[in-house]
């Protein structure tokens, strides 16, 4: 009986899997595997994601038990284990989710190279749209602006979710135990940290697309209602399906429309990244100077005593959740590199090791979006936290969450601590007065 091998990274998901669909097809039988990295784990690996991740494995050895199947999990070197468990099985093709990053192309070329009678598939699963889907019309190799990818995204066709396999055989081989989050990194979790896989992810998607994302439009960037999906980690290690994820959205809805517009970023910062892999590290674009560095400035905007509230609430959520909503991103990132002119890569490195949806391409371009180097068309925009304040959280309810040392202050003033008489051993005075929009 022939055997195929379904390498799990990105896709931890049976539903809507590509790689698992294409291996099910292949093969007679089929090794659903999993390989815990040890380039990367434990010191490489933040520990949220890490306590994610073994939450989204467990998940999917059960889903996969309920096909009749199960996990193989192995340690060690990827392209090694995948050569030794080809062997042990006899295996003839070894499928696997294409990626953008520097270190999943090195693993698939190595794949490739080091293949002994069994071939590498490459699926398409992590996005909605891959680059070679979408490409401009001038010639160039990626849009670098959105509005006219955005165009392009829409109208591009999609394939339509596959459906879970209904069952799996899986040959006899060794597997090591489902590994356990303190074995995938050091260090401590955020304490208020949420985890989960397919499962959860599901559940999660079902209760949004029952009634919340309907509100979308108007209160994504309503900082106090918390009005986003929590989809991103998911989307992340691929416990839920982007593709399945807009198929099901109604995109007809002011709010279904303004969610896809959300997913069709994420495919932009991919198809940028597989064109400028750089970029991940290196300003997309020629920046304008910053300033010198200012560690203190910069550990004060990591421990959220910035003297800004709206500022140190989002990150204070970052440190208490390891997640934080778009809106409080994006102006944390916009203080720390246009008001205290540092550096994106020192906070989008913070954002990486905290995020437990810490995905390189999204990350680092939203860095570089907010810094003025990458694909903003106004690079010289500055968010004023003041104002920021005042337009997304006007009454202070989420400052108040976050900074329990200025809940007594009412409504607005919040924002504006130092009006209010609060003295710098209680909470700090402003690090720099702020301009912007």
Same mark, same amino acid.
């Given at each position: 009986?022939?055997?195929?091998?379904?390498?799990f990274? +990105?896709?931890?998901?049976?539903?809507?899997?590509?790689?698992?669909?294409?291996? &099910?097809?292949?093969?007679?039988?089929?090794?659903?595997?999993?390989? %815990?990295?040890?380039?990367?784990?434990?010191?490489?690996?933040?520990?949220?994601?890490?306590? /994610?991740?073994?939450?989204?494995?467990?998940?999917?050895?059960?889903?996969?038990?309920?096909?009749?199947?199960?996990?193989?999990? +192995?340690?060690?070197?990827?392209?090694?284990?995948?050569?030794?468990?080809?062997?042990e099985? @006899? =295996?003839?093709?070894?499928?696997?989710?294409?990626?953008?990053?520097?270190? @999943?192309?090195?693993?698939?070329?190595?794949?490739?190279?080091?293949?002994?009678?069994?071939?590498?598939?490459?699926?398409?699963?992590?996005?909605?749209?891959?680059?070679?889907?979408?490409?401009?019309?001038?010639?160039?190799?990626? /849009?670098s602006?959105?509005?006219?990818?955005?165009?392009?995204?829409?109208?591009?066709?999609?394939?339509?979710?596959?459906p =879970?396999p209904?069952?799996? @055989?899986?040959p006899?081989?060794?597997?090591?135990?489902?590994?356990?989050?303190?074995?995938?990194?050091?260090g401590?979790?955020s304490?208020?940290?949420?985890?989960?896989?397919?499962?959860?992810?599901?559940a999660?998607l079902?209760?949004?697309?029952?009634?919340?994302?309907?509100?979308?439009?108007?209160?994504?960037?309503?900082?106090?209602?918390?009005?986003?999906?929590?989809?991103?980690?998911?989307?992340?290690?691929?416990?839920?399906?982007?593709?399945?994820?807009?198929?099901?959205?109604?995109?007809?809805?002011?709010?279904g429309?303004?969610?896809?517009?959300?997913?069709?970023w994420?495919? /932009?910062?991919?198809?940028?990244?597989? =064109?400028?892999?750089?970029?991940?590290?290196?300003?997309? +674009?020629?920046?304008?100077?910053?300033?010198?560095?200012?560690?203190k400035?910069?550990?004060?905007?990591?421990?959220?005593?910035?003297?800004?509230?709206?500022?140190?609430a989002?990150?204070?959520?970052?440190?208490?959740?390891?997640?934080?909503?778009?809106?409080?991103?994006?102006? &944390?990132?916009?203080?720390?590199?246009?008001?205290?002119?540092?550096?994106?890569?020192?906070?989008?490195?913070? /954002?990486?090791?905290w995020? %437990?949806?810490?995905?390189?391409?999204?990350?680092?371009?939203?860095?570089?979006?907010?810094?003025?180097?990458?694909?903003?068309?106004?690079?010289?925009?500055?968010?004023?936290?003041?104002?920021?304040?005042?337009?997304?959280d006007?009454?202070?309810?989420?400052?108040?969450?976050w #900074?329990?040392?200025?809940?007594?202050?009412?409504?607005?003033?919040?924002?504006?601590?130092?009006?209010?008489? #609060? %003295?710098?051993?209680?909470?700090?005075?402003?690090?720099?007065?702020?301009?912007?929009?």
């Amino acid at each position: 009986m022939s055997v195929a091998v379904a390498l799990f990274t +990105r896709d931890l998901r049976v539903h809507d899997n590509p790689v698992l669909t294409a291996a &099910t097809r292949a093969a007679d039988r089929v090794v659903p595997l999993f390989v %815990v990295d040890e380039a990367l784990v434990p010191d490489r690996c933040p520990p949220n994601r890490a306590h /994610f991740l073994a939450a989204a494995l467990a998940e999917l050895d059960e889903q996969l038990r309920a096909l009749g199947g199960r996990l193989i999990v +192995r340690h060690g070197a990827v392209v090694d284990e995948v050569r030794r468990v080809a062997a042990e099985t @006899s =295996a003839t093709s070894v499928h696997l989710a294409e990626d953008v990053s520097r270190y @999943s192309r090195h693993r698939e070329h190595a794949l490739r190279d080091r293949a002994d009678g069994w071939s590498v598939h490459c699926h398409s699963g992590s996005v909605t749209a891959t680059s070679a889907e979408i490409t401009p019309s001038t010639g160039r190799d990626h /849009f670098s602006v959105f509005t006219p990818y955005f165009r392009r995204w829409s109208e591009t066709h999609r394939r339509r979710p596959l459906p =879970a396999p209904g069952s799996l @055989s899986v040959p006899r081989t060794a597997s090591d135990p489902l590994p356990e989050a303190r074995e995938l990194a050091t260090g401590e979790p955020s304490p208020r940290l949420s985890v989960g896989g397919e499962t959860t992810g599901r559940a999660l998607l079902r209760e949004w697309l029952d009634g919340p994302i309907g509100d979308y439009a108007r209160d994504n960037d309503d900082l106090a209602a918390d009005a986003t999906s929590r989809l991103s980690p998911h989307l992340h290690f691929g416990c839920v399906s982007p593709t399945e994820l807009v198929h099901r959205v109604d995109s007809t809805t002011e709010g279904g429309l303004a969610f896809v517009r959300q997913l069709a970023w994420r495919d /932009f910062h991919h198809q940028v990244l597989a =064109a400028r892999p750089d970029a991940a590290w290196s300003d997309y +674009r020629r920046r304008t100077s910053t300033g010198a560095d200012d560690e203190k400035s910069v550990a004060a905007w990591k421990d959220g005593r910035t003297g800004y509230p709206i500022v140190d609430a989002g990150m204070r959520q970052l440190r208490a959740e390891g997640w934080m909503p778009g809106r409080a991103r994006l102006i &944390t990132a916009s203080f720390l590199a246009k008001s205290l002119r540092q550096d994106w890569r020192v906070g989008a490195a913070h /954002f990486l090791h905290w995020l %437990v949806d810490g995905d390189l391409a999204n990350n680092q371009l939203n860095w570089q979006w907010v810094a003025g180097t990458g694909t903003d068309t106004r690079p010289n925009r500055v968010l004023n936290p003041l104002r920021q304040a005042d337009r997304y959280d006007p009454d202070g309810v989420y400052v108040r969450r976050w #900074i329990p040392e200025l809940a007594h202050l009412p409504g607005a003033r919040i924002h504006r601590p130092w009006r209010e008489g #609060i %003295v710098a051993g209680d909470y700090p005075a402003p690090l720099i007065e702020c301009v912007g929009s």
